[in-house]
């Protein structure tokens, strides 16, 4: 059932509106091992994008690049548009702490979206229902428990004897708020990182591990998305390599109703 409260995730991603700087405050619900969620970052920088009034269309692309930590308490977003036709805008934004030291650096694409061909090239992965598969509690950090991880494939094993099976960084599941909420664009792109690091899975231990930049594309508008009248997604992922300390990670957000949403693709960086 809907929450008609606030919810936590539109709290931790409110922003207050400026000329270009805009200014947000990191939450402690959404806080990882020595920062906030990147998910969450990305959101919030995304709701700046979205409620600017020079904003047209959607958003197409956007890629995150996590400079440095982002520090407990406010920050500011610097929000500029770089270059503007008739069909896309081309945005740039600066998270900055502490006198104008920079957090976060983020890119991103709007564009208006008009009637096309239409092919899905990619197959929708299936899954056993959301309701059948049981809820994954075993990583307790604050931005974790926001959400409703159910494994489908894949889940996480920590602790134990070493496995003699080779690494396998591949896991299929659904996602959702813990708190249902409707998924929107800001929630899409928040999920996109909220698969846990492939190395994890692949040496079945943590390890130290960071996002260093985070791509996403939306392959739906909001009024597509709205149309979807989702509160989860069927979230696939993988990694293609580990190598000199930093590996890459790409992943699929389908609809139940087999409709996808959104790819994405980011590099981060690890200690093992």
């Not at 619900?29 to 600017?52: K, N, S």
């Not at 070493?162 to 396998?168: F, G, K, L």
């Not at 260093?212 to 979807?228: G, I, K, M, N, Q």
Request: negative net charge; aromatic residues 12%; charged residues 20%.
């Amino acid at each position: 059932m809907l929450t008609k409260t606030p919810h936590l995730f539109d709290d931790a991603t409110k922003i207050t509106a400026g000329d270009s700087r805009w200014q947000g405050q990191t939450s402690p619900d959404y806080w990882a091992f020595v920062g906030p969620f990147g998910g969450c970052t990305a959101a919030t920088i995304l709701r700046a994008l979205i409620d600017h009034p020079q904003r047209a269309g959607d958003p197409l692309a956007m890629t995150v690049n996590y400079c440095a930590p982002v520090a407990e308490g406010t920050f500011d977003l610097d929000v500029r548009l770089v270059k503007a036709n008739r069909s896309s805008q081309h945005w740039c934004v600066e998270m900055t702490q502490g006198g104008g030291d920079v957090a976060t650096l983020a890119t991103a694409v709007f564009a208006e979206r008009r009637p096309s061909w239409s092919h899905a090239q990619a197959a929708y992965p299936g899954a056993k229902a959301f309701e059948e598969t049981l809820p994954y509690t075993k990583v307790n950090v604050p931005w974790a428990r926001q959400y409703d991880f159910r494994f489908v494939e894949g889940e996480p094993k920590f602790g134990g004897a070493p496995s003699s099976a080779p690494p396998d960084s591949y896991s299929k599941l659904w996602i959702g708020d813990q708190v249902p909420r409707r998924i929107d664009l800001l929630s899409l792109l928040s999920m996109s990182d909220a698969f846990f690091g492939r190395i994890f899975h692949a040496k079945r231990e943590f390890v130290p591990f960071g996002t260093v930049s985070l791509t996403t594309y939306f392959h739906v508008s909001a009024e597509d998305l709205a149309a979807e009248d989702i509160t989860r997604v069927l979230a696939v992922a993988d990694a293609k390599i580990f190598n000199k300390s930093y590996g890459d990670q790409n992943g699929e957000l389908w609809s139940p109703n087999g409709r996808l949403l959104a790819t994405t693709t980011q590099i981060a960086y690890f200690k093992a």
